[in-house]
């Protein structure tokens, strides 16, 4: 039973944008702080963004000002807007609960900064 599924990834040159989603059950959705997660290659996965039930929002140091998280109860989607792509971002993009719950990982998606 999939129930996070994140799309939105791709290829993108250093300095642009991208717009993750992540499709969430309602059940998830609507009682769970949610948050961003990456994993890039030979490194542990780690918190990108958060986003409380409320709307408060937190980041990692490396990505404030160029990223945006953003909840829409409507659609039961989270968003990631990241822009000022770095080399660096390059990773497996998640969306979780905060904090995580291991059974809702899903298959993430991959975003590709090239310099």
């Known amino acids: 039973q999939v129930q996070l599924v994140e799309s939105g990834g791709g290829l993108v040159q250093a300095g642009g944008s991208l717009r993750l989603s992540c499709a969430a059950s309602g059940r998830i959705f609507s009682f769970n702080a949610m948050g961003w997660y990456r994993q890039a290659p030979g490194n542990q996965r780690e918190l990108v963004a958060s986003?409380?039930?409320?709307?408060?929002?937190n980041y990692a140091d490396f990505v404030k000002g160029r990223f945006t998280i953003s909840r829409d109860y409507a659609k039961n989607t989270v968003y990631l807007q990241m822009n000022s792509l770095k080399p660096e971002d390059t990773a497996v993009y998640y969306c979780n609960t905060d904090p995580v719950s291991f059974a809702y990982w899903g298959q993430g998606t991959q975003v590709t900064v090239s310099s």
């Open positions: 986003i409380t039930r409320g709307g408060r929002t």
